[in-house]
């Protein structure tokens, strides 16, 4: 059984900071690229931090960059995404994405699991 969960969104003020976690479970974590998306109202779903299976690649969405940090733990099949110096613009929800392959004798087999998401509401 696939499952990626989503934890740690909440309310917070303009400038306050929140730790998301994603812990994945039923396939191997440490071979699946990890990245975050979100979600706002009426908007379509963007990326937001991507990191590599060994954690040596990242990449962040303009928006957001310099002040979220994206992270992974393979020995805890977990990923996390940092965010401090919170916008409004930041509300939305927050999902965790793997994306990988397997290769068996029949050839190439590309996976893409989604969590369910965490709202984060940034408001004074």
């Known amino acids: 059984q696939v499952q990626l969960v989503e934890s740690g969104g909440g309310l917070v003020q303009p400038g306050g900071s929140l730790r998301l976690s994603c812990q994945a479970s039923g396939f191997t974590f440490s071979s699946a690229a990890m990245s975050w998306y979100r979600q706002a109202p009426g908007k379509e779903r963007e990326l937001v931090a991507a990191?590599?299976?060994?954690?040596?690649?990242?990449n962040y969405s303009e928006s957001v960059k310099g002040r979220f940090t994206i992270s992974r733990d393979n020995a805890k099949n977990t990923g996390y995404l940092e965010m401090n110096s919170l916008k409004s613009e930041d509300t939305a929800v927050y999902y965790c994405?793997?994306?990988?392959?397997?290769?068996?004798?029949?050839?190439?087999?590309?996976?893409?699991?989604w969590g369910h998401g965490t709202q984060v509401t940034i408001s004074s």
């Open positions: 994405n793997a994306l990988g392959s397997r290769w068996t004798k029949w050839g190439r087999s590309d996976y893409d699991y």
């Open positions: 990191i590599s299976r060994a954690g040596d690649s990242i």
